[in-house]
């Protein structure tokens, strides 16, 4: 340990220290990797934490007893390793702290078992005011995007540190190399979390009156702009109405044109107009067809009309003009 490095630590003692009555190590605090969770620091945050997290105390669990304060930070530095990149193909970058335990007899056990690479793992406890979307760069601190963590390159890259609490040593880190446990507590619900006591029933029914317009609220703007059942059914019932009245006019055209087909065959094939719905057919070319064979039990017959005698006076006699005279009602008949 060098003199440098001494009156970093002296820095947080209430005397001077000498070199013997601490013990110095270096710890991993975080990195700019993506972590189990789904999620990292972007580089400004390291560099943000490296200034913050000097003179932070060392627990255990995050436990924030004053029994388990162990150990104090008392420098930091980011630590860039070209030749390593990340999960998603960035230059790896991690946050170096320098920590110390004072040398008494209690912190004997601790200090063989940090050499040994027992109390190795650490995890560290901050507020991130940004929750920036890997996908498209949205802040999911204002505003939720709809990519979901892990899924087609999705993470949340934590950016805007405001402050770092502490860090522990702890079994199971959320970051491979030094474990992060991100504390994320937006403005809007640190004021939920503020507890008022109800000890009076108007209280009461106004809590409960509040919390149900509130949820109404929400679910009108959740489904703003959608149909209710009834409106929906009701245009269901239009469309299909109106679907029919178009497949019936769709007939009623047709029927129609069929008649009209009708019509003109007969016409032209000289069919009696009140037998021309009698023609089959669905196409002009079959109703014609039909229509010429039609047309052969109408055909005008080719003879000459009865002539008429006129031969008045040839006859004298009374049977002669008896016969003469049915010939001219026949005739006339």
């Known amino acids: 340990m060098d003199n440098s490095m001494l009156e970093k630590i002296n820095r947080f003692t209430r005397r001077p220290f000498a070199e013997n009555e601490v013990y110095a190590f270096p710890i991993h605090l975080c990195d700019n990797d993506i972590d189990r969770d789904q999620e990292r620091f972007s580089d400004e945050a390291l560099l943000t934490m490296s200034r913050l997290f000097v003179g932070k105390t060392g627990i255990f ?27 998603d193909g960035r230059i790896y970058k991690w946050l170096r702290g320098m920590a110390y335990i004072v040398r008494t007899d209690n912190n004997k056990d601790l200090i063989t078992e940090i050499d040994a690479g027992i109390k190795k793992e650490v995890s560290v406890s901050c507020t991130a005011n940004k929750r920036i979307c890997s996908v498209c760069g949205c802040d999911r601190h204002i505003t939720e995007c709809g990519h979901h963590k892990g899924q087609d390159g999705c993470h949340v890259i934590l950016d805007d540190i405001t402050d770092v609490y502490e860090w522990s040593f702890v079994a199971v880190p959320a970051q491979i190399n030094a474990g992060v446990t991100k504390k994320y507590i937006p403005e809007k619900e640190e004021k939920l979390m503020e507890f008022t006591p109800i000890t009076t029933q108007a209280e009461f029914d106004t809590a409960v009156k509040s919390a149900v317009e509130a949820a109404v609220a929400e679910t009108v703007k959740k489904y703003e702009g959608w149909l209710s059942p009834d409106a929906a059914a009701a245009l269901a019932k239009e469309r299909d109405d109106s679907k029919a009245a178009v497949d019936a006019l769709s007939t009623e055209n047709k029927s129609y044109k069929l008649s009209a087909m009708k019509m003109k065959a007969a016409n032209e094939k000289g069919i009696p107009f009140e037998l021309a719905e009698k023609l089959s057919g669905e196409t002009e070319d079959e109703i014609n067809k039909d229509a010429d064979t039609f047309a052969k039990y109408f055909t005008a017959p080719k003879h000459q009309p009865t002539p008429r005698y006129s031969g008045e006076g040839a006859f004298t006699d009374s049977k002669s003009s008896a016969e003469l005279e049915m010939l001219r009602e026949i005739n006339n008949n």
């Open 61 to 87: 669990d995050h436990d924030p007893r004053t029994g388990n304060q162990t150990a104090r930070v008392f420098d930091a530095e980011v630590v860039i390793e070209p030749s390593k990149l990340t999960k």
